[in-house]
């Protein structure tokens, strides 16, 4: 067992993350990275995912320089539009009717 081990962050306030990491055993800290995620109609799913994560990771990082620190984000994807999370339940609800009866992927980068 590591004593010395630097503390462990999660850059996200997402309930979801924070189960996982919780059904791990592991002991961490929440604190949201208040960042815009970005959405560029040039990138694929994936590197939008690896982008917003590692921005998600570096603010909070640069705020906390002695710890570990965990960023993620997870996309829906059909083909090349990209969904983000809805701002609205109506958005929501547009989103999951769009969605539903086809094939689409989710993809997370941490």
């Known amino acids: 067992m590591i004593t010395n081990a630097s503390p462990l962050i999660l850059a996200s306030t997402s309930p979801r993350r924070a189960e996982l990491l919780g059904q791990l055993g592991v002991n961490f800290k929440a604190i949201s990275s208040n960042i815009a995620e970005i959405h560029h109609g040039e990138l694929t799913a994936r590197e939008i995912c690896q982008i917003n994560a590692y921005r998600k990771a570096r603010a909070v990082a640069k705020k906390h320089p002695d710890a570990m620190v965990l960023g993620a984000d997870t996309l829906v994807y059909i083909e ?31």
């Open 80 to 110: 090349t539009k990209v969904y983000g999370k809805p701002a609205t339940l109506e958005k929501a609800y547009q989103m999951l009717e769009e969605l539903q009866g086809k094939t689409h992927r989710v993809t997370t980068a941490v």
